[in-house]
């Protein structure tokens, strides 16, 4: 299969956007189960990484930006190898 560039972005831009979803989404409530235990209790640098907890949220930890940049290119970096697997695989079969 001849690789184009729309596919492959699209790919990217996909893979980026379902990433971002599962960071907010799913991640987030596992590494958070109780949000309301950071009220009295302070977080670990890991989370300070990547959620901040501020008056705006009530004390509740919420995704910031560094999180929502990262998440993005790790889902761009997998749909970026789910493409070149997928014009390989059409390569070697054709």
Do not use: Q
Not at 39 to 54: D, T
Not at 58 to 77: E, R
Not at 80 to 87: G, H, M
């Amino acid at each position: 299969m001849k690789e184009s560039k729309p596919s492959k972005w699209t790919f990217i831009i996909v893979g980026g956007i379902i990433m971002w979803i599962i960071s907010f989404t799913l991640i987030y409530y596992l590494l958070i189960p109780d949000v309301c235990y950071y009220h009295f209790n302070e977080m670990n640098s890991f989370m300070k990484l990547f959620y901040s907890a501020g008056g705006a949220d009530n004390g509740h930890p919420s995704p910031n930006s560094l999180n929502a940049i990262f998440s993005f290119i790790i889902g761009g970096i997998l749909g970026y190898v789910v493409y070149k697997r997928k014009t390989t695989a059409n390569t070697v079969y054709n």
